[in-house]
């Protein structure tokens, strides 16, 4: 079912299992089944590496006695973690949970060691802590392993289910943890394991579904949704990009209607297992579609690490800077470019803005040929007789509260000449937004007052039209 050599008996490993955690549980009957995976894939240049967490979120669609639906499964390091239906043991319905861990063996996975021999066959995994309730357990003959029960974990058809794993180095190993929730109960911790070999980064995964007895027609189906992996610090977010599904024949019992479901916001888009199946993996492309804001639950990740108290409350507002910082810089990531408008003429008023901002503070900067304009600071700006000719720019800063990004519209083309004539103006301070140094008559005017701090435009209509605002008659109207 695992789609490798060595996790070729992994039907033959649950009916074990079963009776080594439950010693009532016997039955002739529990043969393999035809199993369905699914198997997700990373973005190019990830090399199949999701960082520390995992999270995963299915659904039981149709359940037959004796099924199993693996929420995560995975190679690197290999465990696995879901829920079983196990209603042959009393005729009742009876739902459980489990988690496993292999054994990770220095040369071959031995499948066909027993789970008493376990100790001189490879690098063993050990149970750390398990949760309330939680019963441990071993297993083998596919491998070898521990794993866990969750009997209390009283699953139905209709559930929404999530799994959330954990993976941190220790000294010579790394430790795995892992919590569950259904619906929007409380997420529970379910156990720790220790492997005795280093890894620093869990793979993409798998999903699947198995009957291993019973009734093997039956259909049994789930929807496993979203998926994503995170790091500890989320300086890295993994959406996985597309899955492929691939039916494994442990035995010769086929069920042809035998159906694993991936589903997307717009409804299923994958399915494998019908009236003849998809023996070979096949790679179905598909964004996956996660809302960007999503993050694994502060909540999901308190409960993997089993923290309660004072590390709780800790843990939680490091989580909430880092949560704050990656999602305002995703944000970031997605603003658009800005859009400007006006027409580029001496008079006219010119605009911009970002388009569908959703959050953020911003502050504007009007640049003439590039350099900065003194003052012009706001979102709207007023072309001046000293704009005549020159290439017109604006940055757009959007601010947040852990940073920034700068984004620069320029507008096409030149800024023109009044087309009109002249213009008469009501008084000096419209006249100077538009000619910001005065009108004057000619060249040869000279100011009575004396200096003058800007140089005023020459444009004899213009004066003549506002000469009435010359107060001292000296051929210059409105200089300042």
């Known amino acids: 079912m695992l789609g490798r050599p060595k996790f070729q008996a992994l039907s033959f490993f649950i009916v074990l299992a079963l009776s080594l955690a439950i010693p009532s549980a016997g039955r002739a009957d529990l043969t393999a089944a035809t199993a369905i995976n699914f198997f997700w894939d990373t973005p190019a240049g990830k090399q199949n590496k999701v960082g520390t967490w995992l999270i995963r979120e299915a659904e039981i669609t149709a359940v037959g006695d004796a099924s199993y639906f693996a929420i995560i499964g995975n190679w690197t390091p290999p465990f696995y973690i879901g829920v079983q239906e196990l209603s042959y043991r009393t005729g009742k319905a009876e739902r459980v949970a489990l988690f496993s861990a292999w054994d990770t063996y220095t040369d071959n996975y031995c499948t066909t060691c027993s789970p008493e021999s376990r100790s001189d066959k490879g690098s063993l995994t050990r149970i750390k802590e398990l949760g309330t309730g939680v019963v441990p357990g071993v297993f083998g003959y596919e491998g070898t392993g521990v794993n866990s029960w969750m009997n209390d974990f009283t699953w ?48 993409s995964g798998y999903s699947f579904i198995e009957d291993f007895g019973g009734r093997p027609y039956t259909v049994r189906s789930a929807e496993f949704r979203s998926s994503w992996g995170e790091s500890e610090r989320l300086d890295e977010i993994v959406r996985l990009t597309r899955v492929g599904g691939q039916r494994n024949e442990t035995t010769s019992q086929i069920n042809p209607n035998h159906r694993i479901e991936q589903r997307s916001k717009s409804g299923i888009w994958g399915e494998v297992g019908n009236t003849s199946g998809d023996v070979n993996r096949i790679w179905r492309s598909h964004s996956v579609e996660i809302d960007e804001s999503s993050l694994i639950p502060i909540e999901a990740r308190i409960a993997a690490l089993n923290l309660t108290g004072t590390k709780a409350s800790e843990y939680k507002a490091q989580y909430q800077n880092d949560a704050t910082r990656i999602l305002e810089l995703r944000s970031l990531e997605k603003i658009q470019t800005p859009k400007g408008s006006g027409v580029l ?48 720019q604006v940055a757009v800063t959007v601010n947040l509260s852990v940073s920034a990004r700068t984004l620069v519209f320029d507008f096409p083309g030149f800024v023109e000449k009044i087309t009109q004539e002249a213009t008469k103006f009501k008084n000096c301070a419209a006249l100077n937004k538009v000619y910001s140094g005065g009108v004057a008559k000619s060249s040869s005017s000279v100011n009575k007052g004396g200096k003058i701090k800007q140089k005023p435009t020459v444009n004899a209509k213009v004066y003549d039209l506002n000469k009435s605002l010359d107060r001292d008659k000296d051929g210059l109207a409105c200089e300042r």
């Not at 929730?181 to 980064?201: D, G, I, L, M």
């Not at 803005?353 to 304009?373: A, C, M, T």
């Open 156 to 203: 139905s058809v209709g559930d929404r289910i999530r799994a959330v794993i954990n993976l941190r180095p220790v000294t010579n190993g790394t430790e795995i943890s892992a919590a569950l929730q259904k619906n929007e109960e409380p997420w529970r911790y379910f156990a720790t394991y220790v492997y005795s070999k280093s890894y620093s980064s869990l793979e």
């Open 345 to 392: 003429r001496i008079g006219e008023t010119l605009s911009v803005e970002i388009p569908k901002l959703e959050s953020g503070i911003l502050s504007y900067q009007w640049r003439r040929n590039g350099e900065q304009i003194q003052g012009a600071t706001n979102p709207r700006y007023l072309l001046k007789s000293e704009d005549l000719g020159a290439f017109i």
